[in-house]
């Protein structure tokens, strides 16, 4: 466990870093797995990393490649908490994508900098006010290289969920 959460850690501060330099995050997103490497990650062999880069008002959501019907259980009960919270889940303007991992391609999700995003659009991709899904930006673990390791080896939603807030927490102390 404590091997995921430092990984996490350190995705996030590869995420930090992309926040504050344009040439490594340019890095980043051409080659992957050299930076996860450089960063201290075990990359796992076979498998291809992609990142996407998450734009303003979108919410990327990473199903697993295997155990998917816990992640989809949690999705769908993170949409009727908030429809009991309110009709409005997904604010005017925003966007949920839903992508999935394979046995070969694990995707990573490169938020949006704090920097650049308004009050509502920080609540929306932090899941404030919007959709409260507690699933795993890019299960954030398993993408990330070793990351990638906290992903697949991390089967269980609630943690996928822990692993997304706790990027972005990192990333943002790491800003601060």
Known sequence: MADKKQNLVKYGEVVAKCWEDEAYKKHFLEDPEGVLSEAGFVVDEGVTYKVIEQPKMVKYLVLPHEDTRDAVQTIAK???NAVEK???VI???AEVRIIQNTDDMRYMILPAS???LTAA???MVAGGDSVELQ???VQTAEVATTAVEAQTATTTTTYLAEAEVGV???A???LV
């Open 78 to 80: 993170g949409f009727l």
């Open 86 to 88: 309110k009709d409005l």
């Open 114 to 116: 704090p920097k650049s």
């Open 135 to 137: 699933t795993n930006v």
């Open 172 to 174: 943002v102390a790491v």
């Open 91 to 93: 604010p005017e303007g």
């Open 121 to 123: 659009e920080l609540k």
């Open 168 to 170: 972005v927490a990192v």
